[in-house]
């Protein structure tokens, strides 16, 4: 049974940072690209970052390029989502997802991803 759960959400003040951390288990961790995803309420899914199985390729929205970096760790089967100088717009439930797909490519399309945590919610105060 494949199980991926979020931690370290909170509230934080904007211009401050956090550290979001995704950890997977049933499956081979280190054949599958990871994502995050974002939903603020009354908004659609966005993609925010994803990273490629080897971890060689990483992608960010444009809404969070030069603040969030995305990292991960095939050896402790984990994905973590950090996030400096945070917005009040950067205020959703994010989510952490796997898809299995190898090589050097990720994916900011949520719908290219099969499995999905529950989410952990992230408040920013202005």
């Known amino acids: 049974q494949v199980q991926v759960m979020e931690s370290g959400g909170g509230l934080v003040q904007a211009g401050g940072s956090l550290r979001l951390s995704c950890t997977v288990s049933?499956?081979?961790?280190?054949?599958?690209?990871m994502g995050w995803f974002r939903q603020a309420p009354g908004k659609g899914r966005e993609g925010v970052s994803c990273?490629?199985?080897?971890?060689?390729?990483?992608y960010l929205a444009d809404s969070v390029k030069g603040r969030f970096t995305i990292y991960r760790n095939n050896a402790k089967n984990t994905v973590h989502l950090q996030m400096n100088s945070v917005k009040p717009e950067d205020t959703a439930m994010y989510y952490c997802?796997?898809?299995?797909?190898?090589?050097?490519?990720?994916?900011?399309?949520?719908?290219?991803?099969?499995?999905w945590g529950k989410g952990t919610q992230v408040t920013v105060s202005s």
């Open positions: 997802a796997a898809t299995p797909l190898t090589g050097a490519s990720c994916s900011l399309d949520g719908d290219d991803f099969e499995y």
């Open positions: 990273i490629s199985a080897s971890g060689q390729v990483t």
């Open positions: 049933g499956l081979t961790f280190a054949d599958y690209a």
